[in-house]
């Protein structure tokens, strides 16, 4: 067996349970307990299930089943429509709450439901991880009404099964607000003996394939020769069969940084999107939250980014030059709009992300329209400034929407007429 290089429990994983659901039964108090599903166009009753409530999943009712056969399952299902504005908003708050504990150099966002964060350097302050980890699983519920399950441990991968591991033992439905720690000593008697497909980074394919090969466990996969995933996986059989024996050192790398003159930030979406204008919603955050480490950052970028998976995670990148260097949140959100309608209407999209580079100091922006251009200025920065004291929820922007709207239209009127 591999040997571990570390035995503190300091890493944590926080996965918010059904969250599109979640977050809907949240801020209406008159859903909590009722079967909801949040699904496209539920009017017509057609699309698929985006996520199902606890309640639902009971019904039987699963991630990306057809809307008509949910409804089957469960006749008295609420059906709402997806609201990624609200999902990015309460997922911003909730990891306000984790950075409450730890800087956020130590915390790193996967995707909108799920972080995590490593409290190595807060123990002195709020005590020991787990005690911290329950305090933050407490203040998400009571202030903003999400569950959340955590797993702890000493690496990324395990802390990962962790917040998987408990489950309704009769449907395998995963427990909302589960807490769970797993130890090096837990190897053999908590993940070894789980399914193969249990490990995060095994697809169903991988899952055949491995199964094919006799390997049906964890405890399977860790004991198989390394040499043998390595000639049938390549580099990825080598790290199956690193973290099915619990070494993982991966650090927790925040998305949201400075490297190499770039600043970035992307989002992993639970489920894919497939209508623009929900897309367009996740990039106004986005840009709204790369023009505001922009003017932290005191500089401007001359190129944009923006990045987009498919359902498949195979990626593509638009970009574009500015004339001139910008660290205005709305030219960064109009921009990238341009680059985001190069990618094919109706394909899945499962992460978008925004990168500024070419950062520079110490640059006035010149403009014909200098006054609106400075007036802008001002805004975005007296924005920053309430958002500091005050907290980032305290204000949202929505005025881009409009002209949103209009491409969008344009764009469809177009595209019926080919």
Known sequence: MLEHKSKDFDIVLFDANSYYASCHQAVNPELKGKPLLVAGDPRNRTGIVLTASYEARLCGIKTAMPLFQA????????VLSPDFRLYLDLSEKMWRIVERYTDENHIERVSVDECFANFRGSHLLFGSTEEIARRVQKEILEELGLGI?????????????????????????KLPRSFTIIAPGDLESKVW????????????????????????????????????????????????????NGCDDRPVTPEDHVKDHSIGRSI????????????????????????????????KAQTLTVQVKDAEFKTRTYSTTLFEPTDITDVIYQE???????????????????????????????????????????????VDEIRNKYGSEILMRGTQYLSLSRKLAVRSSKDKQR
């Open 268 to 299: 992993t979406l639970p489920q894919d999107i497939k209508d623009p204008e929900q897309g367009a919603e996740v990039l106004l955050f986005l840009a709204d939250s790369v023009g505001r480490k922009i003017r932290q950052e005191e500089t």
């Open 336 to 382: 990238s709009l341009k680059l985001f309608e190069k990618w094919p209407l109706g394909k899945p999209i499962r992460l978008l992300g925004i990168t500024a580079s070419r950062l520079q100091k110490g640059i006035e922006q010149l403009s014909l329209f200098q006054e609106e251009v400075q007036e802008q200025t001002e805004l975005d920065r007296t």
């Open 149 to 173: 399950s955590v797993g702890i441990s000493y690496c990324k991968i395990l802390a990962k099964l962790a917040s998987d591991y408990q489950r309704d033992p009769k449907t395998r439905i």
């Open 193 to 244: 003996p789980l399914g193969v497909g249990e490990l995060s980074g095994i697809g169903k394919q991988t899952e055949k394939q491995l199964e094919g090969m006799g390997i049906r466990t964890i405890g399977d996969l860790a004991h198989v020769s390394p040499q043998v995933l390595r000639k049938r996986f390549g580099i990825y059989g080598t790290k199956l069969h690193e973290w099915a």
């Open 71 to 78: 409804l089957k399952l469960c006749p008295e299902a609420v």
